[in-house]
């Protein structure tokens, strides 16, 4: 991958009595160099957080992105991000990476929502795609992907070192800074 290579990596914060979750986003290079942000934030236990994603891309109006990799899959308390819609709306490929291998979220959101909101977050949570562990600087991480042919070899140049994508580490560098000042 060529060292010029820039992603979009989209992490949150927030604060556990707050009702808004801070997101940002970070380009970065593939050469670590950070090249841009973007803020929004989606409602904490919500619905918006795959608009919320996309309108962080929109307000960047990058064209030289060629990746977006977002931090988890479910921020802002289960607000499930939708993988597919995020790829067709910003017509580029989308890598969900998270850290710790899990059972899933199943059964964390029938035991957390009642009625439409279970079902609503159910239903885009299982049609994401599965995620597959990856081996990256001797760690595991976890990579749900659409829309990219090569997802192995995105998550490790972009992953310097440690088990966190660059452009990861510094949008959650980044939520938190915003979090802090909002």
């Not at 992953?159 to 909002?182: C, F, I, M």
Request: net charge negative.
């Amino acid at each position: 991958m060529k060292s010029g290579t820039r992603a979009l990596g989209v992490a949150e914060s927030y604060a556990h009595d707050a009702d808004r979750s801070t997101l940002a986003g970070a380009v970065v290079r593939a050469d670590r160099v950070v090249d841009g942000f973007s803020f929004d934030s989606c409602t904490v236990g919500g619905s918006d957080a795959t608009d919320a994603v996309c309108a962080l891309y929109n307000a960047l109006d990058r064209e030289d992105v060629r990746y977006v990799l977002v931090s988890g899959i479910a921020p802002a308390w289960f607000s499930v991000l939708d993988l597919h819609e995020i790829h067709e709306r910003v017509e580029r490929p989308v890598l969900s990476v998270s850290f710790e291998e899990s059972p899933g979220l199943e059964d964390a959101i029938e035991r957390e929502f009642e009625g439409e909101a279970r079902k609503e977050r159910l239903a885009v949570y299982e049609q994401q795609p599965a995620r597959t562990p990856v081996e990256v600087n001797g760690e595991r991480v976890f990579v749900r992907n659409v829309g990219c042919e090569n997802p192995l070899e995105v998550t490790r140049a972009f992953t310097p070192e440690g088990g966190r994508p660059e452009p990861l580490r510094v949008a959650r560098l980044a939520a938190r800074a915003g979090d802090d000042y909002a």
